[in-house]
């Protein structure tokens, strides 16, 4: 059975850092994409950045590039969403899902339970 376990999340100020971790279990699959999601209340879930596990390959929201960066220790079986120079608007549930495509919600077969980002402005 596949798990995520989302980890880092928390309260920042506009323009500094949060990096999320993402530890992935009973997943077997090498080369797939992993995906960083998000939703805020009263909207719908959003592709923020996805990265394939086999290659080099990333996928961010144009919100944003430039700021985030997604990354992987494959020895960790973790997935890392580096955010920084954050704004209010990034203030969201941050979800970890796995075995999907780009930066498609609806492909992801496996998701975390979340973890929560607040910026204050």
């Known amino acids: 059975q596949v798990h995520l376990v989302e980890s880092g999340g928390g309260s920042a100020q506009a323009g500094g850092s949060l990096r999320l971790s993402c530890v992935a279990s009973g997943y077997t699959h090498s080369r797939n994409w992993m995906g960083w999601f998000r939703q805020a209340p009263g909207k719908e879930r959003e592709g923020v950045a996805a990265l394939y596990t086999g290659g080099f390959l990333t996928s961010y929201a144009d919100s944003v590039k430039g700021r985030f960066t997604i990354s992987q220790d494959k020895a960790k079986n973790t997935v890392y969403l580096q955010m920084d120079s954050l704004k209010a608007e990034d203030s969201a549930m941050y979800y970890c899902?796995?075995?999907?495509?780009?930066?498609?919600?609806?492909?992801?077969?496996?998701w975390g339970q979340g973890t929560q980002v607040t910026v204050s402005s």
């Open positions: 899902a796995a075995d999907g495509l780009l930066l498609l919600t609806s492909t992801y077969n496996y």
